[in-house]
């Protein structure tokens, strides 16, 4: 079942809470991972595993690399659902 | 014509025995930061280090073998003659031939045992003891030494951030031996070859050597994609382990993981489900990622921790550079 953008990006604020404690309001598009919410490369893996999981779409290796901010994790989220 | 002979074996193994020798020197956090741009706070956050050993030039990892070895015979209660085959699991080894076991078998009086070196980097040790087992039971050897024996600081490279930081120098030998009953359980293992880029060696050693200003080769890793691998494939392949030892997780009584970070243990116990019963082997707090060396390094430090655990279900599970990994159940000495 296809999520919409304001469904993944809440999907992603829970998932953000739940492995760095980060609240869900600290979540917005414009928000880079590492710079603006310091959440390190590892915890990044995680919260992209729960992702493929929770929203049913494959985040290959060399497509983490990509998905710098939130919004271009919402992005490749609810497109890789189509 | 007579047919050829059979050679058949003990029908069961354990580990009868393990030894441990860890690097002279104790390296803390603040001692390497600085060149990686960080700081001990952030070390401990992403690795859960406080603090590693390495050797001194004055060690090397025949020493660290030698050191392990001798402890793990004497334990075992075994002259050292006795001893069928000697199998080193490396990636330390100086030289590309001869091998370190040949000179361990010398050293530590196993002469004339069969010796080779493994390169399996973190699952070798995995490796050696599924070859032991099988050697034993085939009747190949009677006494197997499985060593895994790493210097890593010869291949650490002070401003990598990739994995440096995490290495460490020890050796972890095990006494593999005949049992009455089963003592250690069905090996899975495998590789992903696929993967051969994410983490080894930065450059070939031919490349090193043409280039007069280059550096002798470092080890480096893509640590994102070894995380996912290592947690979540990993996480299936202890699960499958278990289920061909016929061992549910509330019956082990510890978990020793390759001691590659200690946000992958956390992440791999959690995904396991382990009980809150199941002590699990944290040794790379005080040693660091030793690769092969780890998992021997791990159990023989549980096992001082806690002697009620010798005789209780343990699974390892070595994972690494190939990327390749091995898992077995195995009784506690």
Known sequence: MAHTTEE??????????????????????????????????????????????????????????????????????????? | MSPLAQSHGAQFTRILSLGAARGDLVVSNDDIAEPIDSSDEWIRQ????????RSSDAEQAIDLAVRASSEAIEKAGIAPGQIGAVIVATISNSVQTPSLAALLADRVGATPAAAYDI?????????????????????????????GAEKLSDFAKPTDRSISFLLGDGAGAAIVGPSDTIGIGPTLWGSDGSKWDSVGMDRPLKEAFD????EFPTLRQDGQVVFRWAVWEMAKVATEALEKSGVTAEELTAFVPHQANMRIIDEFAKQLGLPE?????????????????????????????????????????????????????????
Do not use: W
């Open chain 2, 46 to 53: 992403r690795t859960g280090i406080i603090e590693r050993r």
């Open chain 1, 8 to 82: 993944v990006i809440a999907g992603l604020a829970e998932l953000i809470n739940e492995e760095t404690g980060i609240s869900a309001d600290q979540v917005s598009m414009e928000k880079s991972f590492t710079e603006d919410l310091d959440i390190d490369s590892i915890s990044m893996m995680t919260i992209v595993v729960n992702a493929e999981e929770k929203f049913d779409v494959k985040i290959p290796d060399d497509e983490v690399k990509n998905l710098t901010t939130v919004g271009e994790a919402v992005e490749f989220i609810t497109k890789a659902q189509a």
């Open chain 2, 277 to 333: 019963s199941v002590l699990i082997a944290r040794d790379i707090a005080t040693t660091g990622n030793t690769s092969a060396a780890s998992i021997p390094l791990a159990m023989h430090r549980l096992l001082e921790e806690h002697p009620e655990a010798s005789g209780g279900l343990a699974l390892q599970i070595g994972f690494g550079a190939g990327l390749v990994y091995g898992a077995q159940v195995v009784t506690l000495p």
């Open chain 2, 211 to 214: 280039d007069p200003e280059g």
């Open chain 2, 119 to 147: 390169s399996a980097a973190c699952a070798g040790y995995t490796y050696g003891i599924a070859q032991a087992d099988a050697l034993i039971r085939s009747g190949t050897a009677e006494y197997v030494l499985v060593v």
